[in-house]
């Protein structure tokens, strides 16, 4: 079956959910064991389903059970027991040719979420799944394998996005990216937003929150997950192809870092916990109170390598904000004590740098990576949320992939709420240092950004290294090949990303990178 089929299939399930109370009418599959004494509840799958880090021989699948998703004390209109959740996995969208199909128990003190890990899949196959609990049948979703280690892999195409936040627009980008049919989804962060928007009545679409206070107990993370869940392009484009996916600063509170300030201990473990519970992600995440294990590697074959950050958890704390200046704290912004991903997962990531298993390698992370340099001067400082403002680190990380001989580093980024394309040095100010990488920077999906105007001609007499910026919302679509690789900027005008009605998604510009020849060059 050709993919416009397929997305049909898939689509026509998220629109009109296969699901019944009359256990008679549900497939044989469907009839499993039941949990003795669990209360009846209507139609529990209004997550949806997704899937996340393939493997050559298992993908996560994943759903939570949330018959009434916004209900205040987070269990989503779940009753105080456990339920039983069968699922299967095909090789067909009719489920005519099963796989492997099980039972797990959802219970409460996961928010009535489950994450099946099965193994012994084909590697670089497609794949069908669904759920039944309490006599209904989820969506069906459709998933695909990782190719075998070191495999041969003509092409990969996947999208990544980033900064959805409920108030400030539809989620317009997933319609792409659904359209796109891709292998693979990233997501680089801000899932959910712990506070409201600081948009006036008027520069917000009509949608609002459940609740606008902030976010600071479980219940309310995991409320504010299931509110954005809900959104039924989000639904699709989980539905559609499996998703990698790490956080960035709002699935706790703005800016957060690696001290117990500003985010205290407990929150940090709602949040965690929230996000895991959420989240397509291996058991091997599963936080541990205040800690989790985010950042992983996965493969694709022997054409790429994704190394998947985590620069809040670890990061040293910001120093004050030194607006442009060249004070005590741009002295701090460049100390060899800092760094953003700490010395542990430095070292992890470095330890990757040595081996060369794939063509690429793309490092999917949250804040901008490359120098901004608004006055040309190499004495003031500035954006200290970001890569620059841990530039030791930085250096550390550039240096270690040019020392490793890294033939085509390529960062990815989110956070920003504009598209940014940029080559990397390991001198930003000396506009003759050799091209080392390149980075690619997603807009948000909704997220509005308070300096959307376009860079001015002196801005980027000072940035050479910067190609090209853009404040509208939408996502990047990446297609790899063993020779090159194109990006494509994908746009949702601001306007259009108001109305629901309005979907106008188009390719604003696109840029190469030739294998083996560091530099971004425009189609």
């Keep these: 079956m050709g993919q416009v089929n397929r997305r049909k299939v898939l689509l026509g399930g998220l629109a009109a959910v ?70 299967e996995i095909a090789n067909d969208e009719a489920f005519s040719s099963i796989v492997q199909r099980g039972s797990v128990d959802a219970v409460r003190a996961s928010g009535h979420s489950v994450h099946i890990e099965p193994t012994g899949l084909q590697p670089a196959r497609e794949y069908f799944y669904r759920f039944k609990s309490s006599g209904y049948i989820s969506p069906v979703g459709r998933t695909r394998t990782a190719p075998a280690a070191g495999a041969a892999v003509n092409q990969l195409k996947y999208c990544f996005s980033s900064c959805q ?40 679409n009509p949608r ?58 407990a ?22 109170g205040a800690s989790i294990q985010l950042y992983r590697q996965l493969m694709w074959g022997n054409l790429a390598r994704f190394h998947m950050l985590d620069t809040r958890q670890y990061r040293s704390a910001q120093v004050p904000d030194p607006s442009g200046d060249a004070g005590p704290a741009c002295a701090d912004m460049r100390s060899t004590s800092r760094s953003i991903l700490g010395a542990t997962e430095e070292a992890w990531l470095l330890k990757q740098f040595e081996s060369h298993p794939a063509t690429w390698d793309f490092l999917g992370q949250q804040v901008f990576f490359a120098t901004r340099d608004s006055d040309g001067n190499k004495a003031t400082c500035e954006s200290n949320d970001s890569w620059q403002g841990y530039e030791a680190s930085r250096n550390r990380i550039q240096q270690g992939w040019v020392d490793r001989k890294v033939a085509n580093p390529v960062v990815l980024t989110g956070d920003v709420h504009r598209h940014w394309a940029a080559d990397l040095r390991l001198d930003y100010f000396d506009h003759s240092d050799p091209v080392i990488g390149s980075e690619l920077v997603t807009t948000s999906v909704t997220s509005n950004s308070d300096t959307a105007s376009a860079p001015s001609a002196a801005w980027y007499a000072n940035n050479p290294h910067v190609k090209y910026c853009k404040g509208e919302r939408g996502y990047v679509r990446v297609t790899t090949t063993p020779s ?24 604003d510009v696109s840029y190469v990178v030739q294998a083996g020849k560091p530099g971004l060059q425009k189609t």
């Design 208 to 265: 609002s929150l459940a609740f606008t206070e902030d976010v600071t107990t479980l219940a309310q993370y995991r409320a504010r997950h299931a509110q954005h869940k809900t959104d039924a392009d989000l639904q699709a484009a989980h539905a559609i192809a499996p998703w990698i996916v790490v956080f960035d600063d709002h699935e706790v509170m703005n800016n957060w870092n690696g001290t117990t300030s500003p985010a205290p201990a």
């Design 267 to 288: 929150r940090k473990a709602a949040g965690f916990q929230a996000f895991y519970e959420n989240t397509p992600i291996r058991s091997t995440a599963k936080p541990n």
């Design 165 to 204: 936040h409920w108030e400030e627009g539809y989620y317009h980008a997933y319609k792409g990216i659904v359209a796109d049919d891709p292998d693979l989804v990233l997501f680089l962060g801000d899932y959910i937003y712990e506070k409201k928007s600081g948009r006036t009545a008027q520069e917000r």
């Design 484 to 507: 090159q690789l194109r990006a494509d900027f994908m746009t949702t005008s601001d306007t259009s990303v108001y109305d629901p009605a309005a979907v106008v998604i188009k390719n």
């Design 18 to 87: 296969t699901a019944t109370a009359a256990s008679a009418a549900l497939p044989s599959w469907a009839n499993a064991r039941t949990t003795a004494a669990a209360p009846a509840v209507r139609d529990p799958f209004q997550l949806g389903i997704a899937s996340g880090d393939p493997l050559p021989d298992s993908v996560v699948l994943w759903t939570r059970l949330a018959p009434a998703p916004l209900n205040p004390d987070g269990f989503g209109g779940m009753p105080d027991a456990t339920y039983a959740v069968d699922w």
